[in-house]
DNA sequence: CGTCCATTTGATCAGGGTCAAGACGAGTGG
DNA sequence: CCACTCGTCTTGACCCTGATCAAATGGACG
């Protein structure tokens, strides 16, 4: 492996405020990798070994069921950590990493982690930071689930993809990663038939344009009054 | 306020290992308070002054929408942290905390959260399990909401419920706190009159008893079939 | 050019939400 | 002690959202 150059994580927030010879020091530790597209960076159930930097690219994370159905739990981008299991005192992963398109990650092995917090406090205090944050999400994402009618969750999703990944082409704003019906279906908690129904309608009114793996939102604003819309069961 | 025993919190997992000169530090901090039923501990949206550790009773959190609707997001029982928002780098609580049962907790300002992790390595590590432990138990709902059928999701909820708090009882194991109809609804995502119909059908085929706000599982396992029964939707 | 996968679209239908009454039981005030 | 009230629970009727089933279309890629 070749010597990894500190600028790589400069910037990322989780290393704000550290000197550069401390970067160093943790770039010494960890190992820099490529995942092909639709290959895994860690498998739901599989021995949680280390934890994940993503350097470049677009993860998903996957939760599958015993009978075989799928969730995504979130998608990963640049600069987020994953895998972080050990930070939460488990020792298998809760779920799959996939790579959306090819990426690159830093890993650092699992024992490390405790290391590494306790000599740069910012590290171990932003790791926290981050799985509360990602309490939050989720948490929202149940209410979503338990309250909201299937178009308002699915363009609750879409606006959230375009805030995490959004890039602005001269139609809208794109998604910046392939994602199928299939995947917002299950983002959604829904099928693959409704949310192309659901799109084809949106597209009909303007709101957004998309085509074979490949969602651009056009009018943000009109999706957002449209994810608000008024309430359901309960 | 009278002074606190130690042997409060002496049993309590995130206290172990502690000596006692360390409990008594750590209870001098605290106050102690009672809390009526249905009077809340603290409140969604609400600055967070406090954290707090139930010592009796139950207590359900709760978030609720915009438009009103609420959904019980997990009941604490004794022994455990709630309103732990310090911890995670909010400044505000997310949901609130009802109490379902009169019960008693221990109050920590917030700004001693710090202090008390740095001080006592064991009781932040123990802090950072629990979040870790309700991101997985919260990434389970999810599945479950985006998953599974109603009747599978209402029997999943009273398992835990029974596995949480449940009292034997001649009958069964009894929930051992008042619960209603609208109340278990409101943690499945359904409606009470839904949770009606499937409580009066189980109590036909004898698995629970249930009455007015209580509920009794009579066949914890023939339940437990029912709730891992086929997939569906996906 | 053929194969495979993503997508679309129609038809059907059922799970469970909504609407509407009532019954039941516990607590309250007279 | 009784009447009343309020909140919980039950139950029936109806119907809508969205799942399921089934096929066809259309790109992408080897």
Known sequence: MSRLDRSLIAGIPIFQGMAPADLDGILHK????????????????GEAHSFFLLLDG????????????????????????MGIAHALGRTTYPASAVAAVDCVVLAWPGPVWPEMAATFPNFGAGTYKTVGARLQETQAHVVELATKQVEQRVAHALLRLVKQTGRKTE??????????????AEMTGTTLHTVSRLLTAWEDKGLVKSGRQKVTVVEPHLLFTLAEGQADKG
């Open 58 to 81: 677009h993860v998903r994370v996957v939760k599958t069921t015993p009978d075989g159905q799928q969730v995504i739990v979130r998608y990963i981008s640049p600069g987020e950590l």
């Open 171 to 184: 139609d809208g704003i794109l998604i910046d990663f392939p994602i199928s019906r299939q995947d917002i």
């Open 30 to 45: 960890a190992r820099s990798q490529r995942i092909a597209k639709d290959q895994t960076v860690f498998e739901q159930e």
